[in-house]
């Protein structure tokens, strides 16, 4: 199956447009073999006070199923899906904390959000409101719907013994806790009949303190089955900030809490549905083979390749393209306000728009054999263009595979290296390493067009002292860490993992690092559901951190920092290596050499500007539908 996580991609409440653009990719998963669309996150109508406005991802002033056209929109999204051959169903969302919890208290360590306590009436409401929410998905051709009671949901906090401190009857003991679920399953039921699905989404162990843990869990999932309006259980782990948050990154294994679901499975008597780090076929059936879960919900790996069930059906494993498990699909819009991507595949989101084959091919010649290169190359490839690839190293995969060196968690981004070389090969594109490009042979080339994916270089900042023997750019550290010494500070001067990934592979060979940021937070741009998988495994290696400094000199055994506000001036001693991670600088020499020597060059990737995987990839596919 596949749970919600779409939204991104398009409104489906929104243009018809976005609409339309948002079906379609659940329709070409369900033509690929999705047995089960989840694919609506329908946040439930808040009662709010006049003027109020609910802040956060999940917030809304009115939700969806009172949308003017929701039949007609959720319509179009199940009868296509039935068409291809998927039930449909959606998810009953209403996020806590934004305004409402059950008490003053959110599960949560790093939002001070304070709450609004819901009334006695106001639950009684939010009864009444659940349940004409899925009445109107049935009326508009749903198979079903989920009741999302985890990460963070108003439904998990009244579940909750940490965060559900009621003396009312939805609150006091057990048995209170459950009521306001269990009523909404009632009414459910009494609207929808016996012919309707109905699930619950259930986070198996809350790792928080004052929480319920697995056991408590199990007996909280066998109340609600026992009730008889529950038809299953969707089962999955963490929270919206911590290690692990709900959308797990690639420092966990795959299908890592599946074996909790296994629990919960030999404890109930309905089907459970298990969800989280699913990342490829292989681990989806071993969900299944190990008797973990009766149903595999997959998500990202979806937006990495729309034909992961087809393939993996076929026996061509080698062919699914790995996700990475990095979360830019959902950071970037949140974040930073970009549109949806996916890291590795660019074309996600793009379903209505057919790949357009050239009516006369051109030799392209791409130099870089990183991300955006192998992307360009492989695109214009499927275009009809005759390609070839040269890469001055050995190896293809750039800054990625750099990013690899030392650190097992990292090991999908070799994956996905190695799915984007057989990619260009069986494409035809000839690829050529070791292989350094130059002016002279770029322009004796004769290529029609010429694609520089040169990537970025090691930097360090202007600052006195900053080329002294034992101060090191970040790549240099990466690429041979052992050269530093067992007491090293990072300046760390990019707002993404750079500076987290050269501390986890210092810190891994035992030495000790120190953090410091001219930020006033770290890793700003990292967002919250990925940045605690990676401050816990630092913390635990003993690495630590300053924030707000700059460095202004370096001499041997002293760094003088100065406060980025108030301009206080102090020092850090007892090192005995520095890095500079930079983020790295433009390698776009050989762009300007050439560019008025050839009639049609371009630049990207991080020799354009040095970015991310996301960033990469993406101007690689725009680029090469130019071509």
Request: with cysteine; glycine share 10%; hydrophobic share 45%.
């Amino acid at each position: 199956m596949l749970p919600p996580h779409g939204l991104p991609i398009g409104d489906l409440w929104g243009t018809d447009e976005q609409a339309r653009t948002n079906v379609a990719y659940w329709v070409s998963r369900a033509q690929d073999g999705a047995a089960w669309i989840g694919g609506i996150t329908g946040f439930v109508e808040p009662q709010l006070a006049p003027g109020f406005l609910p802040t956060g991802v999940g917030a809304r002033v009115k939700g969806i199923f009172r949308q003017p056209h929701f039949r007609a929109r959720a319509g179009m999204y199940a009868d296509e899906i039935h068409e291809a051959g998927a039930v449909a169903t959606a998810q009953l969302v209403m996020q806590a904390g934004k305004p409402f919890a059950p008490s003053a208290i959110l599960p949560n360590y790093t939002d001070n959000t304070v709450p609004r306590v819901l009334t006695t009436d106001e639950v009684r409401w939010l009864v009444d409101e659940y349940a004409y929410s899925a009445a109107e998905a049935q009326a508009a051709g749903l198979d079903g719907i989920e009741l999302h009671a985890n990460h963070e949901d108003v439904l998990q906090l009244f579940l909750s013994p940490a965060t559900n401190r009621r003396d009312d009857e939805y609150g006091g003991d057990a048995q209170r806790r459950l009521k306001f679920v269990v009523d909404i399953l009632a009414s459910i039921r009494e609207r929808t009949g016996s012919g309707f699905t109905i699930g619950v989404r259930f986070n198996m162990d809350e790792f928080f303190e004052g929480g319920y843990d697995v056991d408590l869990g199990i007996a909280i999932a066998q109340s609600l089955a026992s009730t008889g309006n529950v038809d299953y259980l969707h089962c999955v782990i963490g929270n919206n900030w911590g290690a692990p948050s709900y959308l797990q990154t690639h420092l966990y294994g795959a299908a890592h809490w599946s074996e909790l679901a296994g629990r919960y499975r030999a404890a109930l008597d309905i089907p459970v549905v298990y969800a989280g780090r699913v990342d490829s076929a292989e681990a989806a059936a071993a969900v299944i083979n190990n008797g973990h879960a009766d149903v595999v919900g997959i998500a990202r790996a979806n937006f990495a390749d729309a034909n992961i069930i087809s393939k993996a059906r076929s026996g061509r494993l080698q062919d699914v393209r790995p996700c990475i498990g990095c979360n830019d699909c959902l950071h970037t819009r949140i974040l930073e306000g970009l549109p949806f991507g996916c890291s590795v595949n660019p074309r996600t989101g793009r379903e209505l728009i057919p790949i357009a084959l050239v009516a006369k091919a051109q030799r392209v010649l791409v130099v870089g054999g990183g991300p955006a290169g192998l992307e360009l190359a492989a695109s214009c490839a499927e275009r009809g263009h005759n390609v070839e690839l040269w890469e001055a190293q050995e190896v293809l995969g750039g800054q990625m595979r750099l990013a690899a060196n030392g650190i097992p968690e990292h090991e999908s981004f070799l994956r996905f290296i190695d799915f984007q070389s057989r990619r260009v090969a069986d494409l035809g594109v000839k690829v050529v390493t070791s292989n350094m490009a130059q002016e002279s042979n770029l322009l004796a080339a004769e290529a029609d067009v010429i694609a520089l994916a040169t990537g970025a270089t090691g930097s360090v900042l202007d600052v006195p002292g900053a080329h002294l023997p034992f101060v090191y750019n970040s790549h240099d550290a990466m690429r041979n860490p052992e050269l530093l010494g067992n007491e090293v500070v990072v300046v760390a001067a990019e707002d993404h993992m750079q500076p987290l990934v050269v501390a986890r592979r210092l810190s891994m060979m035992g030495k000790h690092v120190r953090v410091v940021y001219q930020t006033h937070g770290i890793a700003p741009v990292v967002g919250k559901y990925s940045i605690g998988a990676t401050l816990s495994r630092l913390n635990a290696d003993g690495v630590s951190f300053q924030v707000m400094e700059r460095v202004t000199a370096i001499e041997q055994g002293k760094l003088t920092l100065k406060h980025v506000y108030s301009g206080l001036t102090s020092e850090l001693t007892e090192f005995d290596s520095v890095v500079f991670s930079t983020g790295g600088r433009a390698n776009d020499e050989l762009f300007l050499k050439i560019k008025d020597e050839h009639p049609r060059v371009h630049v990207l990737g991080d020799a354009y500007a040095p970015r991310r995987i996301w960033f990469a990839t993406r101007q690689a596919y725009e680029l090469a539908q130019q071509i």
